[in-house]
Nanobody
Framework: QVQLVESGGGLVQAGGSLRLSCAAS????????MAWYRQAPGKQRELVAI???????NYADSVKGRFTISRDNAKNTVYLQMNSLEPEDTAVYYC?????????WGQGTQVTVSS
């Protein structure tokens, strides 16, 4: 069955770093884009960063220069390196996978940044 296993979330002080990972398995289609979204309490889910199958990337303005998305196509894994974290980055972070047929979501991992 399809699984998106996320890891790396946690509690960190402002200015600190975290690295999120999401390993996708069991997806019966070729993966196009992989991405990270986040949802803070009381807010809508928003795109944080996205990476195409050939490595093109896009970032939300709020994380440019601080976050870096990367992927290992051989492992169907996407990473999000988060540096200079701010309390405003506190949210549940969701892994997202897009294929030609459908999309898949991870279960979410909590990131909490204390001031």
């Amino acid at each position: 069955q399809v699984q998106l296993v996320e890891s790396g979330g946690g509690l960190v002080q402002a200015g600190g770093s975290l690295r999120l990972s999401c390993a996708a398995s069991g997806i019966p289609f070729s993966i196009n884009a992989m991405a990270w979204y986040r949802q803070a309490p009381g807010k809508q889910r928003e795109l944080v960063a996205i990476i195409s199958s050939v490595g093109s990337t896009n970032y939300a303005d709020s994380v440019k220069g601080r976050f870096t998305i990367s992927r290992d196509n051989a492992k169907n894994t996407v990473y999000l390196q988060m540096n200079s974290l701010e309390p405003e980055d506190t949210a549940v972070y969701y892994c997202y996978v897009r294929t030609m047929v459908r999309t898949y979501w991870g279960q979410g991992t909590q990131v909490t940044v204390s001031s």
